[in-house]
Nanobody, 126 residues
Framework: QVQLVESGGGLVQAGDSLRLSCSAS????????MGWFRQAPGKERTFVASIHWTTGVTFITPSVKGRFTISRDNAKNTVYLQMNSLRPEDTAVYYCAADTGSSSYAATSSLRFAYWGQGTQVTVSS
């Protein structure tokens, strides 16, 4: 049973920073991608960033490039999303996700990811 637990969300002002954490348990993750997605009110869930546990290869959506960084701590089975220079349009529920290890979908597609956390709210005020 894979479990993903996010933390680190909150209410901040534009220009501030937050670091989200996703603690993973339940299996070995060395061959898998982990991802962050977000869902704003009334909108679909969209890709933010993903990282491969072993190689460290990352993907990041253009709208946050240069502001957000994804990283992982293999020893702690934890993935991070460092968010700098936050904007009101970054307001959303942020979800951590883990793939199955056998998907043919791109590491930027929600279809690749079978396991999801409960989400953490990030609110950025102007």
């Amino acid at each position: 049973q894979v479990q993903l637990v996010e933390s680190g969300g909150g209410l901040v002002q534009a220009g501030d920073s937050l670091r989200l954490s996703c603690s993973a348990s339940g299996r070995a993750f060395s061959s898998y991608f982990m991802g962050w997605f977000r869902q704003a009110p009334g909108k679909e869930r969209t890709f933010v960033a993903s990282i491969h546990w072993t190689t460290g290869v990352t993907f990041i959506t253009p709208s946050v490039k240069g502001r957000f960084t994804i990283s992982r701590d293999n020893a702690k089975n934890t993935v991070y999303l460092q968010m700098n220079s936050l904007r009101p349009e970054d307001t959303a529920v942020y979800y951590c996700a883990a793939d199955t290890g056998s998907s043919s979908y791109a590491a930027t597609s929600s279809l690749r990811f079978a396991y999801w956390g409960q989400g953490t709210q990030v609110t950025v005020s102007s």
